[in-house]
Every structure is written in C-alpha cells, then in structure tokens.
C-alpha cells in the first residue's frame, strides 16, 4: 500500500485546492458596539448555478492510519466543512491528473479552522479525527449531479509522522 503523511495545514499549501477559514491576525473590522471581531469574507464560494445551502452532517470519527481508497469532487460548486467543536479533523486533497486524482496530500487543521475546496477540487471524504464529527457545509444546492467519485486500484495509507 502507498502511504501519505499527514502535514499541518498551511495557507499556502493549501491555495491551489480551496481556502483556510480561521480567525488569525487583528480583525478586519470591529463591530457589535466594539464588543465583536470580524474576520471578512475568509472563503470563496462559487457556484455555477443552483443557490448556497447550509447542512450539517454528523460524520463518524475515524482512526490512524486511514485507507484512502476513494476520493470525490463536485464539479458545480464549491464546499465549506466548518467544524462545530474546537477540534483538529483531517483534509485529503488531490491535483487533477487527467480527469481523476493525482498524488494525495493529507493535511491536519489546527483547532477552530475550516476549510472552502475549490470547485472541482479532488478530496477525501469528511473525516474528523477528534470531537464531535458534527460540521456545519456550505456547499451548492441545485439541480443535476455535482458529484463524481474515483476508487483507486491500489489504496493509500494516510499515517502520521
């Protein structure tokens, strides 16, 4: 079996497949009678058509190492995975290769991160590794499909370091 690290997240790193939604540096603006930070449009969402809808899933916690044998992508919209506990969960991401995933990278958010995938960005499957499993997406609500998966010959393992 191949097997991936897992890295930390970095903004950077992390660019070419979606945005880090997290509250570090000053506030962009201080509202709320001076009593709020607001942290301004942290996430690009983008649609090709249909609205954006607010779910919340409930996923099941999951151990290391972790077979990687699937990943998916939404070719209509972009999605958000906003955890609603404190805690880390992991995000596997691939370059396009030609229609399916190229090589996985596996990244670990930092507590109180989220994360916007680009539209038509290969991912893995929401997977917290700590808390609750329960998010808060924000992804396209629409007509048609917007969900293409790709099962891999030969699985990965996603360990740590």
Same mark, same amino acid.
């Given at each position: 079996?191949?097997? =991936?690290?897992?890295?930390?997240?970095?903004?950077?790193?992390?660019?070419?497949?979606? +945005?880090? =939604?997290?509250?570090?540096?000053?506030?962009?603006?201080?509202?709320? %009678?001076?009593?709020?930070?607001? $942290?301004?449009?942290?996430?690009?969402?983008?649609?090709?058509?249909?609205?954006?809808?607010?779910?919340?899933?409930?996923?099941?916690?999951?151990?290391?190492?972790?077979?990687?044998?699937?990943?998916?992508?939404?070719?209509?919209?972009? %999605?958000?995975?906003?955890?609603?506990?404190?805690?880390?969960?992991?995000? =596997?991401?691939?370059? +396009?290769?030609?229609?399916?995933?190229?090589?996985?990278?596996?990244?670990?958010?930092?507590?109180?991160?989220?994360?916007?995938?680009?539209?038509?960005? /290969?991912?893995?499957?929401?997977?917290?590794?700590?808390?609750?499993?329960?998010?808060?997406?924000?992804?396209?609500?629409?007509?048609?499909?917007?969900?293409?998966? $790709? /099962?891999?010959?030969?699985? $990965?393992?996603?360990?740590?370091?």
């Amino acid at each position: 079996m191949r097997q =991936i690290t897992i890295q930390p997240i970095t903004k950077d790193a992390f660019a070419p497949f979606g +945005d880090i =939604i997290d509250s570090t540096g000053d506030p962009d603006k201080i509202i709320n %009678q001076g009593k709020c930070g607001r $942290y301004h449009d942290r996430a690009t969402l983008d649609f090709s058509d249909g609205r954006a809808g607010l779910s919340l899933f409930k996923a099941e916690l999951r151990s290391l190492p972790l077979t990687l044998d699937m990943m998916e992508r939404h070719p209509e919209g972009s %999605q958000c995975f906003v955890p609603m506990s404190d805690t880390p969960f992991l995000v =596997i991401v691939a370059p +396009d290769a030609d229609g399916q995933p190229g090589t996985p990278l596996a990244f670990r958010t930092e507590p109180g991160q989220a994360v916007n995938f680009h539209r038509n960005t /290969w991912h893995g499957v929401l997977t917290p590794i700590a808390g609750t499993g329960l998010f808060a997406v924000i992804d396209r609500i629409g007509d048609g499909p917007n969900l293409q998966e $790709y /099962w891999f010959d030969t699985p $990965y393992e996603v360990i740590d370091p």
